[in-house]
């Protein structure tokens, strides 16, 4: 994680320097691999042993620590733990955080390949790449996953009551 960083920085040289293997692993396997072990797995078991809130702050920061970045790139990993965790919990089908994890990979490997044509789309700080984009887009997936779910415990609330 960001406390590795000076054994092997994640620099803007070392992230733009990826194949079309690198892009199907990041947006189709990763995506799929990390949610059953974080989510389903570790969460889902953390979620047992303890209150909601620690188990989506606890298996964020591990998830973000193993990804291996900087300190800017852990943060951004953190929080976007964070949503997939929110997004798992309020769905109820961990599909719905593989879909958002892959939505975020595949706009991080968009921007990656506009940048590599020179259309600047994240934000550098002192080498570092920071994708605000994708994690602006999970939560705005998040938001409409409660929404949705919301309206739909109403509408069933509604029939119910109407029924009886």
């Known amino acids: 994680g960001f406390l590795l960083n000076g054994i092997f920085p994640v620099t803007e040289d070392v992230a733009l ?84 994890h892959m939505m975020h990979n595949a706009s991080a490997s968009i921007m990656n390949a506009f940048e590599r044509h020179g259309v600047q789309l994240s934000y550098n700080l002192n080498g570092y790449i920071i994708y605000t984009l994708p994690v602006l887009l999970t939560a705005v997936l998040l938001v409409t996953i409660i929404l949705i779910k919301g309206r739909m415990k109403i509408g069933k609330r509604k029939i119910q009551s109407t029924c009886s």
């Open 17 to 100: 320097d990826e194949t079309a293997f690198d892009h199907i692993v990041a947006i189709l396997i990763a995506p799929v691999a990390e949610e059953y072990f974080f989510r389903k797995g570790l969460y889902g078991y953390v979620r047992e042993k303890i209150n909601i809130p620690i188990a989506v702050i606890l298996t964020s920061l591990i998830f973000a620590e193993l990804h291996g970045y900087h300190l800017q790139g852990f943060l951004s990993v953190f929080f976007s733990g964070i949503l997939y965790a929110l997004i798992y919990e309020h769905s109820g089908n961990i599909m719905y955080s593989i879909c958002a």
